[in-house]
C-alpha cells in the first residue's frame, strides 16, 4: 500500500481545505478498499492524534470531538480515494495531517490499528 495525501496549505481562519488520500500501490487497492481508513493529524512538538475515520464502505464515520461538525471524511472506493473536507477552520488545527489504512473494515479511532500511513501533508491556519 502506497498512501499519498495532498491537498494541504496556508488558509486563514474560517477558510476550507479538502485534502485527499490516494492509494498509488499496484497491488494495495482491493486492501484499502474493504478496509476502513483514518486521517490523524500531529502538530509541533504534540502526539498524532485522531482526527476521523471512515468504514470500509463508507457508511460508518466517526470524528475527533474537536473537529465534528467541521470536518467530513469520505471515501471513494472506485478510485481507492479517501477524501477530508474541512470547513471552519482554527488555528488549532494547524498540523500534518496524515492519512491511513486500517486492519479492519470497521471504523477504529486507535492508532495501533492502522497498518499502512501515507506521507502528511502540511496545514497551517493563520489566525
Known amino acids: 500500500v502506497q498512501l499519498q495525501a495532498s491537498g494541504g496549505g496556508l488558509v486563514q481562519a474560517g477558510g476550507s481545505l479538502r485534502l485527499s488520500c490516494a492509494d498509488s500501490g499496484r497491488t494495495s487497492g482491493r486492501l484499502v478498499s474493504n478496509n476502513a481508513m483514518g486521517w490523524f493529524r500531529q502538530a509541533p512538538g504534540k502526539e498524532r492524534e485522531f482526527v476521523a475515520s471512515?468504514?470500509?464502505?463508507?457508511?460508518?464515520?466517526t470524528y475527533a470531538a474537536s473537529v465534528k461538525s467541521r470536518f467530513t471524511i469520505s471515501r471513494d472506493r472506485v478510485k481507492n480515494t479517501m477524501y477530508l473536507q474541512m470547513n471552519s477552520l482554527k488555528p488549532e488545527d494547524t498540523a500534518v495531517y496524515y492519512c491511513a489504512a486500517s486492519r479492519r473494515s470497521q471504523v477504529t479511532s486507535v492508532t495501533s490499528e492502522y497498518v499502512n500511513w501515507g506521507q502528511g501533508t502540511q496545514v497551517t491556519v493563520s489566525s
Open positions: 471512515i468504514s470500509w464502505n463508507g457508511g460508518d464515520r
